[in-house]
């Protein structure tokens, strides 16, 4: 317990940082509806090009940010023996060439790649998705040396800057979005004018330009020194690799689950793919903000300490992370389940955008929020595996996670049906994500020896029961004010009201990670 309190001011500037990014990142999701529409088939076909490129990054690269370059960062900075600018240097440059190639091959194979993703689109939308598509692609680059910096900082310890980068992004697309609604743009994709189709490609792919440029600025601020080195030997390519082998694998396995549920989401009806997308970004809020701060600030430890074969500092560490991580997720989790269609509501029903789509975005968001605190535990406890350098345990669990994910959801089409679909969608992803914080706890018990299970049972049960009684407060409220009060004065006083509850009920139950986290946060308001 008494390096609850180290860990959590190693977190707050992340935190502060991932919250400013996120709320921008909000303010862009509800810029990009307000200008394209929530439910409309322009607003699909965006969201369907602008999601490709991430799709591609993630599995040519994304994974092995996580298992394999911080990890090894780390190590090539203990190393006197061995340049540790010019290894990144180096690292950087193999990340260049190869994600360039990988990107004039995406463009030539857009359509093939829209027809894969959203066959359930009409020719118009397949046609206008093929065109955001190719000018979306060069992301794919911008996205790959943007991780590549961001692990450098990391490992020489600079966490917050790599956090603030996504701020720049997000504001140069509120513009774009902005600019579009200034010059006549509607949600009408038969209205759409050449002009504003280059408007909304090259603003959108200028806003990730802009993160990268961020990260290089920081990068030669904290003493990098920028450079593309013509021969990126030298850095065990064949190690990184085979590394990072396993982990393309399970990225697969995930990508192809996200082909799967964007087939499924295009066919629920006109507008499903952007509901079923947003009430995605919305769930990945808290868990950015909270639970990629935690393991943002404990991997280079947990791989400072596998290095040293410290294994109990592991295990502290790791308890720490998911009990601190649960003691904020469980009420937002409860949030979600209660308010979620007031939320969405209260976000998107403007402009261009739908009310139904907007409430039906809610509904889903509702059933993601019985995955949040399972998804985190289990995305945590991955970070052990990379820490410890086994990149091969984590990608099999992952790849079990996608076949559960896949299997469910398949057997879902055939009892729901459009709206209902989306719903079952994001349920089935609950029960995978549990599966998954179920299997890797028990595995990672044997491969570390213990977990701190008996502890993490006990605190994670309380935070549960003081998650749900604030819930049913949260929802008496709700119920008591009933939909003619408007979502904004459902939520302000639902939200309160159950905030109280769960700090005192939190306090009524001892629950020591509660009040280690406000006594921090104390802390930090005073300063």
Known sequence: MADQPRLIHTGRAMAAATLVSRITGFARTVALIAALGLGTRLLDAYTAANVTPNTIYELVM?????????????????????????????????????????????????????????????????????????????????????????????????????????????????????????????????????????????????????????????GRRAGFPLRLRADPRGIAVRRIAAMAGWTVASVAAAQVVFVVLTRLASQAGPGAVSVY???????????????????????????????????????????????????????????????????????????????????????????????????AGYQIMLRVYFALGDSRTPALISVTVSAAILATSLTATRVASGPDLLIALAGCSAVAYALGCAVTAQLLRRRIGRIDGHHLIASHSRMLVAGAVAGLGAAAVAHALGPSAGSAVIIGAAAAAGAGVYALAARLLRISEFTAMTAALRVRGAS
């Open 62 to 218: 994304g994974g092995a940010v996580a298992s394999v370059l911080v990890p090894l960062l780390v190590r090539t900075a203990a190393d006197k023996s061995v340049d540790g600018d010019l290894f990144a240097q180096r690292l950087l440059s193999l990340v260049v060439y190869g994600l360039a190639v990988v990107v004039i091959v995406t463009i030539v194979a857009a359509p093939l790649i829209v027809g894969l993703t959203v066959p359930g689109f009409s020719p118009a939308q397949h046609d206008l998705a093929v065109v955001f598509t190719r000018f979306f692609m060069p992301q794919i680059l911008f996205y790959g040396m943007s991780a590549t910096l961001a692990a450098i900082l990391n490992a020489r310890g600079r966490f917050a800057v790599p956090m603030w980068a996504p701020v720049a992004n997000n504001l140069v697309v509120i513009a774009t979005a902005l600019i579009f609604l200034a010059i006549g743009g509607s949600g009408r994709l038969v209205e759409l004018t050449r002009a504003q189709t280059l408007l909304l490609s090259v603003g959108t792919s200028t806003g990730v330009a802009a993160q990268m440029i961020v990260l290089a600025v920081a």
């Open 277 to 375: 997308s947003n009430a995605y970004t919305l769930f990945q809020l808290p868990y950015a903000v909270i639970a990629v701060t935690v393991i943002t600030g404990v991997l280079p430890r947990m791989s400072r300490s596998a290095a040293a074969r410290d294994l109990p500092q592991i295990t502290a560490d790791l308890s720490q992370s998911l009990r601190l991580t649960g003691v904020a997720l469980v009420p937002v989790a409860a949030a979600l389940i209660v308010l979620g269609p007031d939320l969405t509501t209260m976000l998107f029903d403007h402009g261009n955008a739908s009310a139904g789509a907007a409430h039906l975005t809610g509904a889903v968001l509702a059933a993601y929020g019985l995955a949040l605190v399972p998804f």
